[in-house]
């Protein structure tokens, strides 16, 4: 799947996880249908507590973004959009903006030194 863990990122573990899964629904690297790993496999792959994989998978399957079919295994869902969605949404992208800017931060920038380069990138279509 292309999943990973970094030990050394403040991140939670399942909050990089829960990043990780929607980043590549977003990017097309998952799409409606496609099985993910299961809980026990993708816990071994990433060396975390299985436990921490299935609450993501709960969270997410709660979220509608997943869907669980009983001995068959954890799907990317088809949705539709629901009202949560655009909230799940806001919210991961405020942690992606709060990610971003401690990062600048933390090599010597400041967000103004961001902004000529992030306009760069929409004017180029990234």
């Not at 799947?1 to 990780?20: C, H, K, N, W």
């Not at 071994?44 to 068959?72: D, S």
């Not at 954890?74 to 919210?91: D, G, H, K, N, Y």
């Amino acid at each position: 799947m292309g999943f990973s863990i970094d030990a050394g990122d403040r991140t939670p573990v399942y909050a990089q996880l829960e990043r990780g899964i929607l980043s590549a629904i977003a990017s097309g690297r998952l799409a409606v249908g496609d099985q993910l790993p299961t809980v026990r496999q993708l816990a071994v792959e990433l060396r975390i507590n299985a436990n921490t994989v299935a609450k993501v998978y709960t969270f997410l399957e709660r979220a509608g973004i997943l869907e669980t079919r009983r001995g068959v295994g954890t799907f990317v869902a088809a949705r539709t959009a629901m009202p949560q969605e655009a909230s799940l949404r806001r919210s991961e992208l405020g942690r992606l903006v709060d990610r971003f800017l401690a990062d600048l931060s933390s090599h010597g920038f400041h967000v103004d030194d961001a902004m000529p380069v992030l306009e760069d990138r929409q004017h180029k279509g990234a």
